[in-house]
C-alpha cells in the first residue's frame, strides 16, 4: 500500500477487484507494532463471501499490500485478482463467524470465559496448511495457578470472540475445562509433530 494512502481516508470506502466489488473497509486493528498491523478489516458482501470463501463470513482480512491505488470515484482497487484474496482468506482463524489474518491475532491478550488472562499469542500452530492453535506465552501467576508451562497451545476451536478496543481473544470455555480437552491435550503433547 502507498505510503501516502492512509487508513482513515479509506475508511468506509467500496474495495473493488477490476470491476467487482468485495467489500468495505470498516478498519484496522490498534497496536503499537507494524508487523502486528497489516491487514485492514473488510466487511465483505453476501455475493464475494458465498462465491470465494470455504464458509462465508461477514468481515475478513485485508492485506494492506493488496491496496493499488484510490480510484477517482473515492472507491479503492486492488492488484490482485479476486483468486488471490480467496488465497489469502484460506489463511486465516475463524473466530465468532469473522475471519482474522494471522498478523490481527499476534500478541493479543488470552482471556478464559472467567476473564482470567492467560497469556499473549506469541505465533501460529499450523497443521496440514490449516491452523489449529494459537502459541500462547503464559502469565506467571496462571502457570503457577493451573500447573502451565511457558508456552501452551490453545486449539482455535477454543477462540470464542475478540474485542477490539482491548485487543483480546476470549475463550469459549475456563482455563480449568481448557487443560482438560482432548484437542488441548493432543497440540500439547511432547511428541506431537506437524503432519
Known amino acids: 500500500m502507498s505510503e501516502e494512502i492512509r487508513i482513515q481516508e479509506l475508511l468506509q470506502r467500496d474495495v473493488y477487484v477490476g470491476e467487482t466489488l468485495v467489500g468495505t473497509i470498516t ?3 490498534f497496536h503499537p507494532r507494524d508487523e502486528c498491523v497489516q491487514s485492514v478489516r473488510i466487511q465483505v458482501t453476501d455475493d464475494v463471501a458465498g462465491e470465494y470463501m470455504r464458509k462465508p463470513a461477514e468481515y475478513a482480512p485485508l492485506s494492506k499490500e ?7 470515484d473515492g472507491s479503492v482497487k486492488l492488484t490482485k485478482s479476486i483468486r488471490e484474496l480467496q488465497r489469502r482468506w484460506r489463511n486465516t482463524v475463524r473466530i465468532n463467524e469473522k475471519l482474522y489474518a494471522p498478523d490481527e491475532l499476534l500478541d493479543r491478550a488470552v482471556l478464559d470465559n472467567d476473564g482470567i488472562d492467560i497469556g499473549n499469542v506469541i ?3 499450523k497443521t496440514k496448511r490449516t491452523f489449529k492453535g494459537v502459541v500462547v506465552r503464559t502469565h506467571f501467576t496462571v502457570r503457577d495457578r493451573y500447573n502451565l508451562p511457558e508456552i501452551i497451545i490453545i486449539p482455535v476451536a477454543q477462540l470464542g470472540r475478540t474485542t477490539a478496543r482491548l485487543d483480546e481473544v476470549i475463550l469459549r ?3 480449568k475445562r481448557l487443560v482438560t480437552l482432548p484437542t488441548y491435550l ?3 503433547h511432547p511428541d506431537y509433530e506437524d503432519e
Open 173 to 175: 470455555c475456563s482455563t
Open 66 to 72: 493488496l491496496v493499488h491505488s484510490v480510484r477517482p
Open 186 to 188: 493432543k497440540l500439547n
Open 27 to 29: 478498519g484496522e486493528r
Open 123 to 125: 505465533e501460529m500452530k
